[in-house]
C-alpha cells in the first residue's frame, strides 16, 4: 500500500518535519505534485535545511526517494539542491529517483511567470514566480518538455522550438525579462541531469510494491492551494489532494491506505487569495513573529489567523484523511484566549459548509473560543500526560468536528518534539 501525506491549509504546515520523522517507518519517499515552490524545512546535524524538489526522504540511509511524474523540475533548482544535500550526506545521490514523465522549467516559462504577474497589476495571484504555473500550462497544452527528453538525441531541437513558441508569447506584454542571463545555467544543470537515476516512475513504484516495500507520497504545497477544490483562482497549478498521489505516481487508487493530513494549530498563508479568519494589527503581527511565520522559499511573511475548522474538514472530506498532525501548538503558548472558526458567515447566511467562490460576497468568520494553556507551555512537553487539560479540550474539539483523529502533535522544531498518540484512543 502506499500511504499519503499532505497539508490541509495553505501551504506551509510543517509537512517536512513530518515526512522527516515518519521515513524511518518508510521504504521509499515518493514526492507526487508541484514544484520548487514548495519548502519543506527539515534540521539535519544541527543545520536546516530547506528542499524543493527532493523529497524528504533524502537524508535517510535506508530510503529511496522519487520525484514523481506529477512534479515540474527546474534543472537549476534542483541541482542546486542536490549540492546541498551532497555537502552532507555524499552519498544521497545514490537513492534518488526521477521519474521520466515529469516535465522541466525552462528558463522561458519563469519569464512567462513573471510578465504575466506583472500584467495583473493590482489583481495579481502571488505567484512564487517560479514558472511553475506556465510549466503546466504546456503540460496540459501538449507542449512540454519531459525529464525522459533530456536522454533524446534531438534535445537541443525540442527546445529551441517551445522556446521560439515562448518568446512569441512574451513579445505580447510590455515587461521585458532579462531571460537569457538563466539560460546558461540550465543547460549546464540539463547535462548533470542526464547523470542521474532516471526512471519510468510508474514501473519503478509497482516494483517497490510488488518487492513489498513500504511507500510514503509526499504533497507539496497545501489543499486549500488544490486548482479544482482551493480558493480558485488564488490557487496553485497542480491537485494537491489524496487523489493527486494516484495520478502523480502513476498508482491504482486501491492502493492508497492511510492519508495523514497535517494542519498547524492556527491558519496562515502567503500571497493573495481569501482568507476568513486572519488577523491584522498587533494580534496578527504577535502570532507571525512568534510562529517565525517567513516563507521557507520567498522569504514572505506569511499571513496569520485562527484556526478554521470549516476549511479543515473540507479538506479532510476531499482527501479521506484518517489521520490528522498537528503542528506548531507551541507557537500558542503566550496566547489567550484562543478562537476557533466554526462557521461562515456568508453575506447574511450562516453555513459550515465552504461556499463555491470566497472571493464572492461578504465572508465572516463564526468564532467560539478556549482558554489558552499559558500556564503550561506545551514547547517544554515531552509526554502525552504532561499536555494540558486546556489544550487536551482544543484537542477533543477540533477531532470532533472533524471526525479524524489526531495522531501526532507537534510542539517545536526538533525531531524529538513529536508527540504520537495511539489510534483507538487518546481523544
Same mark, same amino acid.
Given at each position: 500500500?502506499?500511504?499519503?501525506?499532505?497539508?490541509?491549509?495553505?501551504?506551509?504546515?510543517?509537512?517536512?518535519?513530518?515526512?522527516?520523522? !515518519?521515513?524511518?517507518?518508510?521504504? %521509499?519517499?515518493?514526492?507526487?505534485?508541484?514544484?520548487?515552490?514548495?519548502?519543506?524545512?527539515?534540521? *539535519?546535524?544541527?543545520?536546516? %535545511? *530547506?528542499?524543493? @524538489?527532493?523529497?524528504?526522504?533524502?537524508?535517510?540511509?535506508?530510503?529511496? &526517494?522519487?520525484?514523481?511524474?506529477?512534479?515540474? =523540475?527546474?534543472? %537549476?533548482?534542483?541541482?542546486?539542491?542536490?549540492?546541498?544535500?551532497?555537502? #552532507?550526506?555524499?552519498?544521497?545521490?545514490?537513492?534518488?529517483?526521477?521519474?521520466?514523465?515529469?516535465?522541466?522549467?525552462?528558463?522561458?516559462?519563469?519569464? !512567462?511567470?513573471?510578465?504575466?504577474?506583472?500584467?495583473?497589476?493590482?489583481? +495579481?495571484?502571488?505567484?512564487?514566480?517560479?514558472?511553475?504555473?506556465?510549466?503546466?500550462?504546456?503540460?496540459?497544452?501538449? &507542449?512540454?518538455?519531459?525529464?525522459?527528453?533530456?536522454?533524446?538525441?534531438?534535445?537541443? +531541437?525540442?527546445?529551441?522550438?517551445?522556446?521560439? +513558441?515562448?518568446?512569441?508569447?512574451?513579445?505580447?506584454?510590455? @515587461?521585458?525579462?532579462?531571460?537569457?542571463?538563466?539560460?546558461?545555467?540550465?543547460?549546464?544543470?540539463?547535462?548533470?541531469?542526464?547523470? #542521474?537515476?532516471?526512471?519510468?516512475?510508474?514501473?519503478?513504484?509497482?516494483?517497490?510494491?510488488?518487492?513489498?516495500?513500504? =511507500? !510514503?507520497?509526499?504533497?507539496?504545497?497545501?489543499?486549500? !492551494?488544490?486548482?479544482?477544490?482551493?480558493?480558485?483562482?488564488?490557487?496553485?497549478?497542480?491537485?494537491?489532494?489524496?487523489?493527486?498521489?494516484?495520478?502523480?505516481?502513476? =498508482?491504482?487508487?486501491?492502493?492508497?491506505?492511510?492519508?495523514?493530513?497535517?494542519? +498547524?494549530?492556527?491558519?496562515?498563508?502567503?500571497?493573495?487569495?481569501?482568507?476568513?479568519?486572519?488577523?491584522?494589527?498587533?494580534?496578527?503581527?504577535?502570532?507571525?513573529?512568534?510562529?517565525?511565520?517567513?516563507?521557507?522559499?520567498?522569504?514572505?511573511?506569511?499571513?496569520?489567523?485562527?484556526?478554521?475548522?470549516?476549511?479543515?474538514?473540507?479538506?479532510?472530506?476531499?482527501?479521506?484523511?484518517?489521520?490528522?498532525?498537528?503542528?506548531?501548538?507551541?507557537?500558542?503558548?503566550?496566547?489567550?484566549?484562543?478562537?476557533?472558526?466554526?462557521?461562515?458567515?456568508?453575506?447574511?447566511?450562516?453555513?459550515?459548509?465552504?461556499?463555491?467562490?470566497?472571493?464572492?460576497?461578504? *465572508?465572516?468568520?463564526?468564532?467560539?473560543?478556549?482558554?489558552?494553556?499559558?500556564?503550561?507551555?506545551?514547547?517544554? %512537553?515531552?509526554?502525552?500526560?504532561?499536555?494540558?487539560?486546556?489544550?487536551?479540550?482544543?484537542?477533543?474539539?477540533?477531532?470532533?468536528?472533524?471526525?479524524?483523529?489526531?495522531?501526532?502533535?507537534? &510542539?517545536?522544531?526538533?525531531?524529538?518534539?513529536?508527540?504520537?498518540?495511539?489510534?483507538?484512543?487518546?481523544?
Amino acid at each position: 500500500m502506499v500511504d499519503v501525506l499532505l497539508g490541509l491549509q495553505w501551504g506551509d504546515e510543517g509537512k517536512g518535519k513530518i515526512v522527516d520523522f !515518519l521515513a524511518a517507518r518508510y521504504d %521509499v519517499i515518493a514526492r507526487f505534485q508541484g514544484g520548487p515552490n514548495a519548502g519543506h524545512t527539515l534540521y *539535519v546535524a544541527g543545520r536546516k %535545511v *530547506v528542499l524543493h @524538489t527532493v523529497p524528504s526522504g533524502i537524508f535517510h540511509a535506508h530510503c529511496k &526517494n522519487l520525484i514523481g511524474n506529477g512534479v515540474v =523540475i527546474d534543472p %537549476v533548482t534542483l541541482l542546486k539542491e542536490l549540492r546541498t544535500i551532497t555537502e #552532507l550526506v555524499p552519498d544521497a545521490l545514490d537513492r534518488l529517483f526521477i521519474a521520466s514523465r515529469a516535465h522541466l522549467i525552462l528558463p522561458t516559462h519563469r519569464a !512567462l511567470d513573471a510578465a504575466s504577474e506583472a500584467a495583473k497589476g493590482v489583481e +495579481k495571484i502571488g505567484s512564487t514566480l517560479k514558472g511553475i504555473g506556465p510549466a503546466y500550462m504546456d503540460k496540459t497544452g501538449r &507542449n512540454g518538455l519531459r525529464v525522459g527528453d533530456i536522454l533524446s538525441p534531438d534535445f537541443d +531541437k525540442r527546445y529551441a522550438k517551445i522556446r521560439e +513558441k515562448h518568446l512569441q508569447l512574451l513579445s505580447h506584454y510590455d @515587461t521585458v525579462i532579462d531571460w537569457q542571463t538563466w539560460e546558461e545555467d540550465f543547460l549546464k544543470s540539463i547535462e548533470e541531469m542526464r547523470r #542521474l537515476q532516471i526512471v519510468d516512475g510508474e514501473y519503478w513504484i509497482e516494483s517497490q510494491l510488488s518487492a513489498g516495500k513500504k =511507500i !510514503l507520497a509526499e504533497g507539496a504545497q497545501g489543499s486549500m !492551494l488544490d486548482v479544482d477544490f482551493g480558493t480558485y483562482p488564488f490557487v496553485t497549478s497542480s491537485n494537491t489532494l489524496s487523489a493527486g498521489a494516484c495520478a502523480g505516481l502513476g =498508482i491504482a487508487p486501491s492502493r492508497i491506505g492511510e492519508v495523514y493530513g497535517i494542519t +498547524k494549530a492556527y491558519c496562515t498563508r502567503v500571497g493573495s487569495g481569501p482568507f476568513p479568519t486572519e488577523l491584522f494589527g498587533e494580534e496578527g503581527e504577535a502570532l507571525r513573529k512568534a510562529g517565525g511565520e517567513f516563507g521557507a522559499t520567498t522569504g514572505r511573511p506569511r499571513r496569520c489567523g485562527w484556526m478554521d475548522l470549516v476549511a479543515l474538514r473540507y479538506a479532510c472530506l476531499l482527501s479521506g484523511v484518517t489521520q490528522l498532525i498537528i503542528t506548531k501548538t507551541d507557537v500558542l503558548d503566550d496566547f489567550s484566549p484562543l478562537k476557533v472558526c466554526v462557521a461562515y458567515d456568508v453575506s447574511g447566511k450562516e453555513t459550515t459548509q465552504m461556499p463555491f467562490d470566497l472571493c464572492d460576497g461578504e *465572508v465572516k468568520p463564526v468564532y467560539i473560543e478556549f482558554e489558552g494553556w499559558k500556564k503550561a507551555p506545551l514547547s517544554a %512537553v515531552r509526554s502525552l500526560a504532561e499536555l494540558p487539560e486546556s489544550f487536551n479540550e482544543y484537542c477533543r474539539f477540533i477531532e470532533d468536528y472533524i471526525g479524524v483523529p489526531v495522531r501526532y502533535i507537534s &510542539n517545536g522544531v526538533h525531531r524529538e518534539q513529536l508527540l504520537e498518540k495511539a489510534l483507538g484512543g487518546g481523544k
